[in-house]
DNA sequence: GCCCTGACGTGAA
DNA sequence: ATTCACGCCAGGG
């Protein structure tokens, strides 16, 4: 057996984790590769999803860096689409960053894991 | 085949 | 905060 899944196998996962970011939140690259099984692969995801049709249904503006910042040229195209498509689902920049302890997927600053009753 | 680049991350200085 | 080095590896030339 693979000590590595093959290159198709891992395009999938990625995929398949990044469908699951919610609406509304984002992930990091590297973690979006943990979580598809392919531990420090980040940047094989941002191989992928430049890959993947911009047209298609993967959510793939919920996928920032580590730093909660826009890895796309500041001022292209694709990073005005990324920026308008997370504001208009709530994510709040400031000076052009996200703070990922309110917005980043599953962290200990969840608004859901502290809700008060 | 080799070399460079890149939608990255982490750690150290 | 910023810079540097290193790890990782798919594509393009």
């Known amino acids: 057996m693979s000590s590595r899944p093959p290159p ?3 395009h999938e996962q990625i995929l ?3 469908r699951r970011i919610p609406y509304g939140r984002v992930a990091s690259y590297g973690q979006v ?13 941002g191989h992928v999803l430049r890959c993947a049709p911009a047209a298609s249904a993967l959510p793939w503006h919920r ?8 890895s796309l040229a500041p001022g292209s195209d694709a990073y005005r689409e990324q920026r308008e498509r997370l504001e208009g ?4 920049f400031i000076r052009g960053r996200i703070d ?3 917005y ?14």
């Open 8 to 10: 198709a196998d891992s």
């Open 16 to 18: 398949a984790v990044v």
């Open 33 to 45: 590769a943990d979580r598809a099984g392919l531990p420090r692969r980040a940047r094989l995801v």
């Open 63 to 70: 996928v920032v860096n580590a730093q909660g910042r826009i």
């Open 89 to 92: 689902e709530g994510v709040v």
């Open 100 to 102: 990922l302890a309110r």
């Open 104 to 117: 980043g997927w599953q962290t200990s600053l969840d608004p859901l894991l502290w809700a008060e009753p």
